[in-house]
């Protein structure tokens, strides 16, 4: 068991849906620490997270998060979640992930379960939440384009995602046949990047004359 300390990054341990980037050998259980304290509102917090590897990684990865905090009123532990990844000895469906997930602060509850093909290249994810549950697919055609579309569990809706990354950037476009249709151009450059948001209706407006564009810049110091 290794125990590490650090501040401010609660996501180290949790590396999409179900993996754990972890450290030390090929077994065990890896420990991550990282207090915190809010100036403004007089806050301190915690935040600690699992996670571990099954016969190095060959039976499945799992991991646990919990964030805590002493605000005035409210409730010590705030949110937990947990994810166990185990792989498949099959040719179409190579591992399948479950991340249920509480947060105590807004008392809702939701659950991840994604199943990857054993190429890498398409994956199932049913996202089980209170709001608007959603069944999804995602592939990617090559090692720039990806394309996922969407479905509604609550009303049937479909949207469909397509994302292009680029040597600077990305493209993410997603369309709603019954909406509008939203392209991101995000462009890095030195210093920062520029994001470029583009929304076209498909509904009630004179054709591309209704269309929204904005830019904006962001910049990292």
């Known amino acids: 068991m290794k125990f590490n300390f650090f501040g401010g990054n609660t996501n180290r341990l949790v590396d999409g849906a179900g993996d754990v980037g972890v450290g030390g050998g090929s077994a065990g259980v890896d420990v991550d620490v990282s207090p915190s304290y809010g100036v403004r509102k007089d806050e301190l917090?915690?935040?600690?997270?699992?996670?571990?590897?099954?016969?190095?990684?060959?039976?499945?990865t799992w991991f646990g998060l919990?964030?805590?905090?002493?605000?005035?009123?409210?409730?010590?532990?705030?949110?937990?979640?947990?994810?166990?990844?185990?792989?498949?000895?099959?040719?179409?469906?190579?591992?399948?992930?479950?991340?249920?997930?509480?947060?105590?602060?807004?008392?809702?509850t939701s659950c991840h379960v994604v199943g990857k093909s054993a190429s890498g290249r398409?994956?199932?994810?049913?996202?089980l939440n209170w709001d608007n549950p959603t069944l999804s697919v995602l592939h990617a055609l090559d090692e720039r384009n990806t394309i996922s579309p969407e479905i509604s569990l609550n009303n049937a809706k479909i949207m469909y995602n397509w994302d292009v990354a680029l040597n600077s950037g990305s493209i993410k476009t997603r369309v709603d046949p019954t909406s509008a249709i939203e392209v991101v151009w995000t462009d890095q450059t030195e210093g920062g990047k520029w994001?470029?948001?583009?929304?076209?209706?498909l509904t009630g407006g004179p054709g591309p004359l209704a269309g929204d564009i904005r830019v904006r810049r962001q910049f990292a110091f």
Do not use: E, H
């Open 45 to 60: 917090g915690m935040v600690v997270r699992v996670g571990g590897r099954g016969d190095g990684g060959r039976r499945g």
């Open 66 to 108: 919990a964030k805590f905090a002493n605000r005035r009123g409210g409730k010590v532990l705030q949110f937990v979640r947990g994810s166990y990844k185990f792989n498949l000895p099959f040719s179409t469906v190579g591992s399948l992930a479950i991340t249920p997930t509480y947060d105590r602060q807004r008392d809702l």
């Open 122 to 127: 398409t994956a199932a994810m049913l996202d």
């Open 195 to 201: 994001v470029t948001d583009f929304r076209l209706p």
